[in-house]
């Protein structure tokens, strides 16, 4: 469940989710919405952002060792 009590304006479903990296920029495409109606800021489920950089880090490191790519 949520790590801490809520706060004001806290819900502690937040506690799942982390915000647009650039929602603090007020950057368009942390918003979602059509035709230039940006209202409501992109989030990520922590998990399956977790899950997903794993998945790319473990291919990556695939592709290193069957020489796909090399490091610099």
Known sequence: ????????????????????????????????????????AKVFCKWCLDDHVNKVLTQDAREVENGSWQIS
């Open 1 to 40: 469940m949520a790590s801490s009590p809520p706060t004001a304006n806290h819900f502690w479903v937040q506690d799942f989710f982390k915000d647009h990296p650039k929602l603090l920029q007020k950057a368009a495409e942390a918003y979602s919405g059509t035709r230039g109606t940006h209202n409501k």
